[in-house]
């Protein structure tokens, strides 16, 4: 958890808040088969890319999505800490599993 104070079903609520939009479900979904460049994920979602930004830029601050540099581009994958460890398409939310199947 991220704080001291907080309980477990407020960490629970503060991820599951955050993942209660489509779009973001989509992106940790496409990045479970390995990382992505934002036009790589626009491609398959769809969207503006300033509100795909937006959605990259929630998600890494609620610490579901590393962004690493790629010469000029940025290269997004699921952060250490959710990636799924077998073949189950779940990502590990620390207090439950999301299941994308």
């Known amino acids: 958890m991220n704080k001291k104070s907080e309980s477990p079903q407020s960490y629970c609520v503060s991820k599951l808040k955050v993942l209660a939009d489509i779009t973001r479900l989509a992106v940790l979904e496409i990045l479970m088969e390995g990382p992505k460049h934002v036009g790589e994920l626009n491609a398959v979602i ?3 890319q300033t ?3 937006h959605h990259l830029k929630v998600l890494r601050q609620e610490g579901f999505v590393e962004a ?3 010469g000029k581009a940025v290269l997004y994958s699921l952060a250490s800490a959710v990636r799924p460890t077998n073949a189950v398409r779940a990502i590990d939310l620390g207090c439950c599993l999301l299941s994308f199947d």
């Open 51 to 53: 509100l795909l930004s």
């Open 46 to 48: 769809g969207v503006e």
């Open 68 to 70: 690493t540099r790629d």
